[in-house]
């Protein structure tokens, strides 16, 4: 196992919940920004901010921050004083590392309509300490961004990272989404090529999913819509991967690609089981093998911080199996897979590794088959069908294998 890995990581997730629009295929917890800038809402977060970093004091789990995620919804419709207010609350509650990885969601056609205006709001960014956006640019055709519901163009999206350059971020994420009902895999490849042509360092790339309860959702049900048959959409998905390794990116988790470099340490902080603290309507966190999740009815999360009490809904303390669960869980998601040892390390915690005298990696091995007993035989069979590895350091998904993750990661729930 990788040093990287043995030293456990600690993010700040923040959620804020707000689009200019609900797009058509939209299931994130987000809501319509009417205009307002919800200083309520950014008021009511500097609050919880207090309340945490107060409570991990007490606790003494209070421990230095690898990488804070502004999220959302759509974080850039939020006004700049509101978010700088918000972002120093951060700071002085919670000791951020120099070096820490600072993301914030800016959404294409959000950054403001005229340059200057766009400029302004990317130095305010920089002077939060902003180094990595993320943008979601999903297509690169105008006709498929009206039809996902999306409020920019191809040509907002241009335009937005030329203007994210100048203003020197080197560190830019765009995401990607394929499989939209009506369009082929040529079309989804000619977007990639657009998206390449702006040389993020990192690109992320979904499948689309028609969830219920949105646009999209209730015109399938109606039988409006046609979603892509899974073969085509497989084929898409192995067709970019291959055509972005060519461009040089490093596929190392299902959706994500990167340059050398650039991996998203947020992100990576939870297929690695490492912690974070999760702050805003709806998030989650998970701290001290502690999972909560903050309620998602706004009126709660208001009131809640309005009497003093953080907004937590549910909370869940993890069993040892929960621990090792989940780390095989996510730990599949990335191209690397998962080392028998960091599984192991994560059901016993690091030091009763110790203690229980595990050495070679003979020892992770039997000690993670005895957890997963149940799960051998069937793990063997999606070996022999050359859809995971298996080898005596740990397992991972083949390519072939991402397109059955879901089943083959079942078996160690
Ligand atoms: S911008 Fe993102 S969060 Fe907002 S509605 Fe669209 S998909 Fe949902």
């Known amino acids: 196992m990788t040093e990287d890995k043995m ?19 939209c299931a994130f917890l987000s809501f319509r920004a009417d205009g307002s800038p ?11 901010i207090r309340l945490r970093a107060d409570l991990e004091r007490q606790n003494g789990t209070d421990k230095d921050i690898d990488t804070v995620y502004i999220g959302g919804g759509t974080p850039s419709v939020m006004d700049i004083s509101s978010m700088s207010e918000m972002m120093r609350a951060v700071r002085r509650s919670f000791d951020i590392k120099e ?17 200057g205006v766009t400029l302004a709001k990317l130095q305010a960014y920089k002077f939060m300490g902003v180094n990595r956006l993320s943008m979601g640019v999903q297509s690169m055709d105008n006709d498929r961004l009206h039809y996902l519901g999306r409020i920019h163009t191809a040509e907002n999206v241009a335009r937005d990272m030329q203007l994210i350059r100048k203003k020197g971020f080197d560190n830019v994420n765009l995401d990607l989404i394929f499989s939209v ?50 073969e085509e959409d497989r084929e898409t998905y192995h067709r970019i991967c291959h055509r972005l390794a060519d461009a040089g990116y490093e596929h190392y988790e299902i959706s994500n690609f990167a340059k050398k470099g650039y991996r998203s340490r947020h992100n990576s902080l939870y297929w690695n089981m490492d912690e974070y603290i999760g702050l805003g309507l709806g998030a989650s966190g998970f701290i001290n093998g502690v999972r909560y999740k903050n309620t998602s009815d706004l009126d709660e999360y208001l009131a809640a911080i309005e009497e003093g009490r953080l907004p937590v809904a549910e909370e869940h303390r993890n069993t040892a199996f929960d621990n090792i669960s989940e780390a095989v869980f996510t730990g599949l998601r990335r191209r690397e897979g998962i080392s028998y040892e960091e599984a192991v390390r994560a059901y016993l915690g690091a030091e009763a590794s110790e203690k229980k005298d595990l050495k070679t990696a003979d020892d992770f091995c039997d000690f993670f088959w005895e957890v997963f007993a149940d799960a051998r035989d069937e793990a063997r069979e999606y070996a022999d069908r050359g859809l995971l590895l298996i080898d005596n350091e740990g397992l991972k998904l083949t390519e072939q294998g991402i397109d059955i993750s879901n089943s083959i990661m079942s078996l160690f729930v």
């Open 181 to 230: 009902p009506g369009e082929s895999g040529e079309n989804a490849l000619s977007d990639l090529e657009k998206i390449l042509e702006l040389d993020p360092e990192h690109i992320s790339c979904y499948s689309l999913q028609i969830e219920e309860g949105t646009p999209f959702g209730d015109m399938a049900e109606a039988g409006e819509l046609t979603e892509v048959p899974d």
């Open 99 to 115: 070096d820490a990885e600072v993301t914030l969601e800016a959404n294409p056609a959000t950054l403001g309509i005229k340059d």
């Open 7 to 25: 030293d456990k990581k600690r993010g700040i997730y923040i959620h804020m919940p707000f689009c200019v629009q609900k797009c058509n295929y």
């Open 38 to 48: 919800r200083k309520d809402y950014t008021d009511a977060l500097e609050k919880e």
